[in-house]
């Protein structure tokens, strides 16, 4: 990414996908502002076109009448070798560790934050997260190969 300035204007140009990720992690926990993929859409989309979503996720309330999906990246790049193997094991998904990163992502997902708010807000309601688990596989070996080879080691890339 590069910052120009032309006067008094800035103009932003080859900002990624990840540059938007990595900005909004830089803000307090709690401002509302939108997701990385929601910031790219709003700012970059009508320029470059729309950038496909890094690492899919998806959340739900039990009785599936809220839903959430978003990009995970982030998490993946922040989160603990130690994590993400958790989250590997209990199968991408409808477990502990996905709820985690759903939970991380609404710091600054206001759609996730939602779902999560609808499940708390009711009596005897969950939610479950799932990560697309191919699209993280993939992902992991591009930035994270130290990750992947621990994956792979423990047959969790099957």
């Not at 995970?72 to 193997?85: E, P």
């Amino acid at each position: 990414m590069r910052i120009l300035q032309d006067g008094s204007r800035y103009l932003i140009v080859d900002v990624t996908h990840e540059d938007v990720a990595n900005l909004w992690r830089l803000l307090p926990k709690g401002v509302e502002v939108p997701g990385p993929h929601e910031v790219w859409s709003k700012l970059v989309d009508p320029i470059m076109g729309k950038p496909e979503i890094a690492i899919p996720a998806d959340i739900h309330t039990d009785d599936h009448q809220h839903r959430a999906e978003f990009d995970a990246v982030a998490w993946f790049q922040y989160a603990s070798d130690g994590v993400i193997l958790e989250l590997a094991r209990s199968g991408w998904g409808g477990d502990y560790p996905a709820d985690d990163v759903a939970r991380a992502c609404a710091d600054h997902n206001k759609e996730v934050a939602a779902v999560l708010l609808a499940a708390e807000s009711q009596d005897e309601m969950g939610f479950e997260c799932h990560v697309n688990k191919e699209r993280a596989l993939a992902w992991l070996n591009e930035h994270r190969h130290g990750v992947f080879v621990q994956l792979e080691q423990k047959d969790l890339t099957e």
